[in-house]
Structure formats: structure tokens, C-alpha cells
Nanobody, 117 residues
Framework: QVQLVESGGGLVQPGGSLRLSCAFSGFVFSRYHMSWYRQAPGKERELVARFSTTGITNYADSVKGRFTISRDNTLNTVYLQMNSLTPEDTAVYYC???????????WGQGTQVTVSS
């Protein structure tokens, strides 16, 4: 069973930065596409960034140029570097793992990011 544990959330002022981490365990990390999603109060969960097993990255338009997703296959960890944060980035951020073949998907417990002065 895949386990995902997020960390790095917190309170930050507008314009500030945070780096989220997601530790993966259970299976072969390199065989999973890794993504970050977020869900703000009253809104649907949305894809923020994705890092495929082949190295392709995708970003939501709202975070392009500000957020960077990366993964370290030796540490079994995926990161989300978030810069120039705005109050609109306030949400619970979830780590997601999708197996390279099929529909197996796993979620972390989420980490709260609050951008406020």
C-alpha cells in the first residue's frame, strides 16, 4: 500500500514562499506520476502541478511561473516550491500518486497553506 505524507505547510505573508514535501513509501516511487492538488474552502479540488514518470511537468495556469514541482527518486520525495504567494493560494494541499499503468491513485492527508498578512 502506498503511503504519502505531506509536510511544509503553514502561514506565510503575501509575496512569501513555502516548500511542500511529500514522502512516498510502499512501492516503487519511480513508477508513479506525482502531483499536487489543492482545495480551497467551498471550492473543488484542483490540480496544481504534475510530474510524470518521464519527466514531463504540467502546471495550472494560476501557478505557472510561481510554483515549481520536482521529485527526487532517490529520496522517494516530491516537492512543490511555491513563490510569490497570494491569498488566493490559500488551501489544503494534497499529494497524489498515480501508478504508471491503470487507475490506482493514492492521496496524502493534506497540509494547510494559509497566505495572509
Amino acid at each position: 500500500q502506498v503511503q504519502l505524507v505531506e509536510s511544509g505547510g503553514g502561514l506565510v505573508q503575501p509575496g512569501g514562499s513555502l516548500r511542500l514535501s511529500c514522502a512516498f513509501s510502499g512501492f516503487v516511487f519511480s513508477r508513479y506520476h506525482m502531483s499536487w492538488y489543492r482545495q480551497a474552502p467551498g471550492k473543488e479540488r484542483e490540480l496544481v502541478a504534475r510530474f510524470s514518470t518521464t519527466g514531463i511537468t504540467n502546471y495550472a495556469d494560476s501557478v505557472k511561473g510561481r510554483f515549481t514541482i520536482s521529485r527526487d527518486n532517490t529520496l522517494n520525495t516530491v516537492y512543490l516550491q511555491m513563490n510569490s504567494l497570494t491569498p488566493e493560494d490559500t488551501a489544503v494541499y494534497y499529494c497524489n500518486a498515480q501508478f504508471i499503468v491503470g487507475t490506482n491513485v493514492y492521496w496524502g492527508q493534506g497540509t494547510q497553506v494559509t497566505v495572509s498578512s
